[in-house]
């Protein structure tokens, strides 16, 4: 899909506007979502971008990220639009289609649902949510059951990733977009 020079230009950009431990993160969650979508038949191509740029909007200050979600064409729900850590998916997934002119629908919904999910999920934004979840640089306290879910199932994977999601917004009083309650369902249904 993009050339050495493109990645190239992509990287540069993220080495100039993330901090080095977000950068290494991105690098990590590329090489992730390669090896999953190797695995699980998807382009690697597309999730080796989508992974490198999920978090390019992530240490844009809130007040500007409010202002690129405020006037975001995607699909954004109340809870999105009053949820802080939520917006750089949103800002990260219009900023692609600006910075980069990248307008390939499934890499746009992969950095788009990277950290809250969706109903009728597609394969790429799958990989890229779990890719996220399982990076090299990832320590939290289920992380080596993750990765097993990852290598086994990528639906089992994704139910196990957005229970554990909820749990943990739950558990911290957090709000729940309505897109991973509809993911959660959908893998739920799947699961039986």
Known sequence: ?????????????????????????????ANSAVEL?????????????????????????????????????????????KAVPLFHGIAGAELVQTLFDIHDPEIISAIRYHTVAC?????????????????ADRDYKDVKKMRKYAEQSLEKAMFEALKFSIKDSVEKGNTIPVSTLEAYNDFADNSK
């Open 1 to 29: 899909m993009a050339d050495k020079k493109t990645i190239g230009i992509y990287k540069a950009y993220l080495k100039e506007h993330l901090s080095k431990k977000r950068y290494t993160h991105s690098m990590n969650v």
């Open 37 to 81: 979508a190797k695995r699980y038949g998807a382009d690697a191509d597309k999730a080796y971008i989508a992974g490198l740029l999920h978090d390019v909007a992530k240490e844009i200050p809130a007040l500007e990220l409010a202002a690129i979600v405020s006037k975001s064409s995607l699909d954004v729900c109340d809870i999105e639009k």
């Open 119 to 135: 109903g009728n999920m597609p394969k790429l934004s799958q990989i890229v949510y779990l890719a996220d979840l399982i990076s």
